[in-house]
């Protein structure tokens, strides 16, 4: 069964804590991204990566970091030095250019 | 640069008649642009593209959009609205020179009601 797996679903996390969230796709796409979504404001784009071990920084990546060791893993770190991480986040993941993005069920970080 | 505008925040229509969402764009490429459905706390589900092939496409569930060049827009439409239709609705444009970076709109959030 093909498709993006976020986990987890919900999150908690008290100030101070790093936390990372997980994306895995098995549809064999080169690019993924993360994106993060406030209510209002549409999706903003964290980090990208089209290609395994590089990535680059998208429209709000301070506070934020990535890897992508294999081509079918893509998790993002939150860090302590984001100022107001609760949201809700998104992995997607694309055949290539011209194509459209496929989306993760996504997880709700909620900073205590 | 590249840029979406979503005319409406909030659109309520009754069940069985026409649904109209608008969006314009702006982009410096020939654009490819998406529509893209989210129902509450769930991920985004592809509606339909457009990436230069016609210029009224169908998608899934009724819905379609036509683009217009020389209006600049990318309205989506479908005929008569079910309750299943109630949900956020973005429009989309996609940069294919820079890594196939998506630009949102900031969504419209469409109810349906008896």
């Known amino acids: 069964d093909g498709g993006i797996t976020q986990s987890p679903k919900y999150l908690f996390r008290k100030e101070g804590q790093n936390v990372t969230l997980s994306c895995e796709q098995n549809l064999n796409h080169d690019a993924m991204y993360w994106y993060r979504q406030d209510p209002g404001q549409g999706l903003r784009l964290i980090y990208y990566s089209q290609i395994v071990n590089d990535f680059q920084k998208g429209d709000i990546a301070e506070g934020y970091s990535v890897s992508r060791e294999k081509k079918e893993s893509f998790p993002l770190t939150v860090t302590s030095a984001q100022k107001n991480p609760t949201a809700f986040y998104l992995c997607?993941?694309?055949?290539?250019?011209?194509?459209?993005?496929?989306f993760g069920p996504g997880t709700r970080l909620t900073v205590l | 640069a590249q840029s979406v505008t979503q005319l409406d925040s909030h659109v309520s229509v009754s069940e069985g008649t026409p649904v109209l969402l608008r969006c314009n764009y702006s982009?410096?490429?020939?654009?490819?642009l998406f529509w893209y459905v989210q129902h509450p706390n769930k991920g985004l589900q592809l509606l339909l593209k457009y990436t230069s092939a016609a210029t009224l496409v169908k998608g899934i569930n009724g819905f379609e959009a036509e683009f217009k060049k020389s209006e600049t827009s990318f309205h989506l439409t479908k005929p008569s609205a079910h309750m299943s239709d109630a949900a956020e609705y973005f429009c989309?444009?996609?940069?294919?020179?820079?890594?196939?970076?998506?630009?949102f709109g900031t969504g419209t959030q469409l109810k349906v009601e008896l």
């Open positions: 989309v444009v996609s940069d294919p020179g820079g890594g196939n970076k998506l630009t």
């Open positions: 982009s410096s490429y020939s654009p490819s």
């Open positions: 997607a993941s694309s055949p290539g250019p011209y194509n459209e993005q496929f």
